[in-house]
């Protein structure tokens, strides 16, 4: 990449075509073509909502970084209804995409079909189920950042002050339980005693219900917010108090109120996924595991504005928690069940 | 019991009218519509066409009442559209209903992506704060609930008062009403039923618009996909529960309402004992029941769904 200052100015112009077409431009230049491999991989997602949701924004995000480093040709569809989505993979698998990624949450049966009718392309879907052998190219994932979850629990239960905490969920499918769950483990590592109450608002896009679900939960004594659903940490800082993020930081937007935020990182699970496709050992697997913090699959948020603000005490537990998942001494707990109150 | 402690509180009262002013713009805009003799099962769209343009406007730095005005300019746009198709051209009105709906709501996301095609979380606006008018918001209970709002919620009760009004004691209330009833008797008035009819969905779909801008300019700070969520299709319901008079409809608005706000809270207290999903069915099985109750000695316009043709008999 030495070249590219040498190279005339009207390349930084061509850079502002379409990432695809800069792609192949740096393909076009000597000293990078090396070998088959060097193909950019043409992926294509599809997504059932649109790509601000929090799920969906980290894989766009990640699949915008190998696009940035030349690694993909990326396109995708957005706010795919559930009935339609067969026939946009079927699209993309028709039109040679070496990789598919989506979430097929509620189109199982279907998108395994697909699977099976496109044996050479590989899917790697979001899922809540497990790889099968009958769908060899089908390898499944989820966002499993129990371990930043959990961390971020930590952190809520030094900072709550009378140990009570609001969660507003959207439904209690496992990706959401999971979560909860460890959240809610965190929590009892400093304080044990510590009540939830727990509650889903039966939609993924309204932050009006969530934000007067999280009210209600304010009046019934909570003073800290697990905030699942947009709208919630809206209601924290309306009524002055803290909040914890999930799978985005939100802190920028309220710098006063959200204390921490257990973050997804795509990237591993993504990357993963096109190395074993450009060496032609995609198969089957749960790809899972690459949103574990040990592979650096999510992380705590710094805690930025509220750096210094969380007692030491729980920092400690924090940094230690977090060496001993990631060498493999400490496993924070998997539970799908929907959380109750307690 | 706790479940009974939850009236008494006022932030439960402060709850479901916030719940309720979003529904009632749609609910009276819904009811003259129908007065005038047209359904409008546009609304739902409607309401997201306001909600989108009146949040984009204050974004792209309009004031927040420029944005209420360019909401509801965009509502009575997609009204006339839904005028011209059932009242001239005497289509059906469910149908032409669902289509704008589901045009308004596509519409709404396309130019969303067009407008702002980069963006990882949608912007935020300053909305409405709450104003708590002196002295009146110091009573116990009612003051919070009713006088520690936002602007817009005092303007949701505004608007019933307006149309009451204009509804009852008007000129113009006179011959929508007579339009929805028996449309030859205004015609033989000299007044034409076209223009009054298209009138009425055009304000009508205007209410819907600030019903959906509520959402994202009061209750909320920005603007999501499918965040109306069903609530449009809610109002139709409460049209009928208020046998077509505003009064009534305001008050089955906040019923649904504060059933809407009680389960929320019933969910904090009871949740370990029932599942979720029951609390989130309850304020529309409430709402089912009072239907029940009080729509079946329910009058609807007579003309109500009927196009009406001129010199046809």
Known sequence: MSGNKSLPAHFSRRRLLKTTAAASAMLAMPGIVGGARAAALKVAAIYTVPVEQQWVSRIHKAANAAVERGDIEYVFSESTSNNDYERVMREYSEAGHDLIIGEVFAVEDAARQVAMDYPDQAFLMGSSFKPQDDTPNFAVFDNYIQDASYLSGIIAGAMTENANIGMVGGFPIPEVNRLMHAFMAGVKEMKPDATFQVAFIGSWFDPPKAKETAFAQIDAGADLLYAERFGVSDAAKERGILSVGNVIDTQADYPETVVASALWHFEPTLDTAITKVKEGSFKAEDYGIYSFMKYGGCSLAPLGTFEGKVPDEAMKLVAEREAAIKDGSFVVEINDEEPKSS | ?313
């Open chain 2, 1 to 313: 019991m706790e479940a009974f402690e939850i009236l008494l509180n006022a932030s439960f009262w402060v709850a479901a009218i916030r719940i309720a002013s979003p529904l009632i713009f749609a609910t009276m805009g819904e009811l003259i519509s129908e007065r005038a003799g047209v359904l409008n099962l546009g609304i739902e769209g409607i309401m997201t066409v306001g909600a989108f343009v009146g949040w984009f406007t204050v974004y792209a730095g309009g004031g927040l009442w420029f944005g209420v005005c360019a909401a509801a300019l965009a509502g009575a746009a997609f009204g006339l559209l839904h005028g011209f198709l059932t009242v001239p051209l005497g289509l059906s009105q469910h149908v032409t209903g669902i289509g704008i709906t589901l045009l308004a709501t596509s519409l709404t996301y396309f130019s969303y992506r067009l407008l702002l095609p980069e963006v990882t979380s949608p912007p935020k606006i300053e909305a409405f704060a709450p104003f708590a008018i002196p002295v009146l918001s110091d009573i116990p209970l009612i003051g919070p609930a009713l006088f520690a709002q936002t602007p817009l919620t005092y303007l949701a009760f505004i608007t019933v008062g307006i149309v009451a009004w204009g509804l009852y004691r008007t000129p113009a209330g006179l011959a929508v009403r007579v339009v929805g009833e028996n449309p030859a008797a205004v015609e033989a008035q000299g007044i034409s039923v076209t223009l009054i009819r298209m009138a009425a969905v055009a304000t009508g779909s205007a209410l819907m618009a600030i019903g959906g801008a509520f959402l994202t300019m009061s209750a909320f700070n920005s603007f999501f996909f499918e965040m109306i969520n069903g609530r449009g299709w809610i109002c139709i319901a409460l049209v009928v529960f208020g046998s077509w008079r505003p009064g009534k409809a305001l008050l089955g608005a906040i019923l649904f309402a504060a059933f809407d706000a009680y389960q929320i809270r019933l969910q904090q207290v009871a949740g370990d004992l029932v599942p979720y999903q029951v609390f989130l069915m309850l304020p529309y099985i409430l709402s089912i029941l009072a239907l029940i109750a009080v729509a079946r000695r329910a009058t609807y316009p007579k003309a109500l769904m009927i196009p009406y043709q001129k010199g046809e008999r």
